[in-house]
């Protein structure tokens, strides 16, 4: 089935107000930014009957772009204002990036796969988003010479904080980021790093797609 563009623009306004309102996200930035991105552009033909379904969509190569409510509430848990750069891991279809370049000034986002970066490359130019930038590589080491960012955001599961993450940070930056002890079950975190620490708030239980890499899971 396919869609009309102003069908897809009245199912993302139905998504907004019955996905993301009704649950809470509040931040009037995050929720202009939902309402802008057209998420049917970023997933493949197969996935864009229900591309605004409440669920994950596969996007090829076994990956998943996000459910539009974690999306938006990782987004809102960044707190951003307009002028952060921002390192995204898993860049996945783009879609997650696309967000956050409506919310900071600059966004870094990295993929370890690279026929997946290649094809969100594609999308991101296609639409204008200039201010996103995508790397191939392990994002479990960050993006050492891009550091230091405001807010990274992690959307792919961790065993545990990859110490990169707190070492490319400003003081007072944040990290949103899914940790667990089984590769698809996690806790979302928010770390804030202070002068001499990290303070931490979990932020509820989500199921992602596993983060692999040298401070991440091993590939299967
Ligand atoms: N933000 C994406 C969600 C993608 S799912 C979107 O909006 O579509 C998570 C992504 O993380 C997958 O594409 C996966 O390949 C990627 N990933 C997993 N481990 C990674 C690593 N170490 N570095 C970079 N990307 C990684």
């Not at 076994?62 to 898993?90: C, D, N």
């Not at 999308?123 to 590589?137: A, C, M, P, Y």
């Not at 003081?171 to 202070?194: A, D, K, M, T």
Request: proline share 5%; glycine share 10%.
């Amino acid at each position: 089935m396919t869609h009309a563009t102003d069908e897809f623009a009245r199912l993302r306004q139905r998504m907004v107000n019955a996905q993301l309102r009704a649950r809470g996200i509040r931040d009037p930035r995050v929720l202009a930014a939902m309402l802008a991105v057209p998420r049917e552009a970023f997933v493949p033909e197969v996935s864009k009957a229900e591309v605004y379904a409440d669920s994950p969509q596969p996007i090829g190569a076994g990956q998943t772009i996000s459910q539009p409510f974690t999306v938006a509430y990782m987004a809102e848990a960044a707190q951003l204002r307009g002028a952060e750069k921002i390192l995204e891991v898993g860049t996945g279809s783009g879609y997650g990036a696309a967000v956050l370049s409506h919310l900071g000034a600059e966004v870094h986002t990295i993929e370890r796969l690279p026929a997946l970066a290649a094809r969100a490359t594609e999308t991101l130019k296609r639409l204008g988003f200039s201010n996103v930038h995508v790397h191939i590589g392990d994002g479990t080491l960050g993006l050492a010479d891009q550091a230091a960012f405001d807010a990274i955001v992690v959307t792919a599961g961790a065993a545990t904080l990859p110490p990169a993450y707190s070492e490319q940070l400003v003081e007072g930056g944040r990290i949103v980021i899914p940790i667990g002890r089984s590769e698809r079950n996690q806790q979302l975190y928010r770390f804030r790093r202070g002068r001499n620490a990290l303070s931490m708030d979990d932020l509820g239980a989500f199921a992602f797609v596993p983060l692999i890499g040298k401070a991440g899971w091993h590939p299967a």
